[in-house]
């Protein structure tokens, strides 16, 4: 499956932003999708998981403000991002997997990813 996301850029505190991964194939249903995130000089991190029946599950530092969702019939994730930090600028990653988790290793395809710069 190939990822593409769409919908990064750059925003004030406070804003929302909706960022939305869109994959090939017919098999998207099949497949748990996540949310990463790289922020500058920092290793990469969970976000948020979405798994084929709709469960969901948030890091800490995202819940309550971020919302993970997903569309079958177009084949694409999203994330909506609300209250946005200036902690919360990084490169964002879409990834699709085959169980349902946290760990980066459990995701075998990821997108290129797309830039969340959020000024103070």
């Known amino acids: 499956v190939q990822l593409v996301e769409s919908g990064g850029g750059l925003v004030q505190a406070g804003d929302s932003l909706r960022l939305a991964c869109a994959a090939s194939g017919r098999t998207f249903s099949t497949y748990v999708m996540g949310w990463f995130r790289q922020p500058p000089g920092k290793e990469r991190e969970f976000v948020a998981t979405?798994?084929?029946?709709?469960?969901?599950y948030y890091s800490e530092s995202v819940k309550a403000r971020f919302t993970i969702s997903r569309d079958n019939a177009k084949n694409t994730v999203y994330l909506q991002m609300n209250s946005l930090k200036p902690e919360d600028t990084a490169v964002y990653y879409c990834?699709?997997?085959?169980?349902?988790?946290?760990?980066?290793?459990?995701?075998?395809?990821w997108g290129q990813g797309t830039l969340v710069t959020v000024s103070s």
């Open positions: 979405i798994g084929r029946g709709s469960r969901t």
């Open positions: 990834a699709a997997g085959l169980s349902f988790g946290t760990r980066i290793e459990l995701y075998g395809y």
